[in-house]
């Protein structure tokens, strides 16, 4: 009995229909997020005159090879792929297929993978929005009243104050900040013509070479390294909104730099680093729901840094890391162990800086019982609820730590 063969892809004629199909493929894959440009494009052309159409398999792999050039992209191909290529002869059986399925048990419904969805959305055709048309005989009005743009207004807007379609606008503006950090002298050095220090071994070892005869006399500069990067956020209920889209800022400095360490923690402590490190920011924020049990629950900040200080501390806080707690402060537990657990994370690190939303009203006042364990032990206290928020601490970040003003205040 012979194998069942292998569906082929759709008969086209001539090379011209090809070619149009193919430059109409790459369109939807730059449009699904992947850098499809016009030479790949006459390369997948090419490669395509080399191999069987009618295997389906050999033409896809081809495809991928020359469009797909990373692993993550891999799988938004492959939904694009079987989008496009489908067979138009399948057209009846599916219907038939439907038809049937009418009368059957239907099935729970499963989340789409961000792939499949990526690739219906560039699929989709976009809406074309016609020009406005002039009124007829009125005349034209200026106000002269400044008008905020709607950009102005993003950036000054409170993340839970947002729409889902706001939200999505954020995340890509937060996506596109960039996170300085000043460089660390190390204990050791590397040679440099112009460096403050000689180097006696290596001009030693270059005089060998001369003979014995001292011609120049080697220098050497101080390394220098970036911190570590630590961030502990909060994803309890009243922490959700905010951490939803601070997931997009830390998703861009993971990927930006080495050495940054991300943790989530509502009742329990969540490693998320090696998820965030996906380049696709979807695909990583589905990995992450897929590895966070405790979303928008309680909190327990006080068991949580205990666990942290224990399992991670000496793991993640060398060579003078900088951590970033984002928190509200309102502990399920009222503080219960927090002041020690926050001193000594602050001893372990180099600089402790607390982003906490509610510091964005003007009559805020360290009243909660967390937030009066946790204040004395932080170097920097900054609100984080907007966009422009978090470019002050991009600019913070960049600049010596200040003085602890709210430990003598606490």
Known sequence: MLPPAEPSL?????SGRLAANLMHFGRMLRRAGLPVGPGQIIEAQEALTHID?????????ALRAIMATRREQHEVFDA???MFWRNPDRNIAEAVMAVLDGARKPAEPQKPKAGSRRAAEAMA????KDPPKPPEQEPEKFEAAMIVSAEERLRKMDFEAMSEAEVRAARAAIARLRLPFDELPTRRF????????????ATLRQSLREGGELVEIARRRRRVRT???VALADISGSMARYAAVLLAFLHAVANDRSRVHVFLFGTRLTNVTRALKHRDAEVAFQMVANLVPDWSGGTRIGETLHRFNRDWSRRVLGQGATVLLITDGLDRDGGVGLAEEAERLRKSCRRLIWLNPLL?????EPKAAGIRAILPHVDDFRPVHNIDSLKALVHALSGPAPQRSWRKAA
Not at 10 to 14: A, K
Not at 125 to 128: A, D, G
Not at 191 to 200: E, I, K
């Open 53 to 61: 159409l009618s295997a389906k398999a050999d033409v896809r792999a």
């Open 125 to 128: 055709p976009r809406e074309r």
């Open 190 to 201: 590397r040679p440099d013509p112009m460096g403050p220090r000689a180097d006696l071994r």
């Open 360 to 364: 964005r009203w003007d009559g805020f």
């Open 80 to 82: 694009a792929f079987a």
């Open 227 to 229: 911190p570590p990067l």
């Open 10 to 14: 759709p008969r086209v004629e001539g």
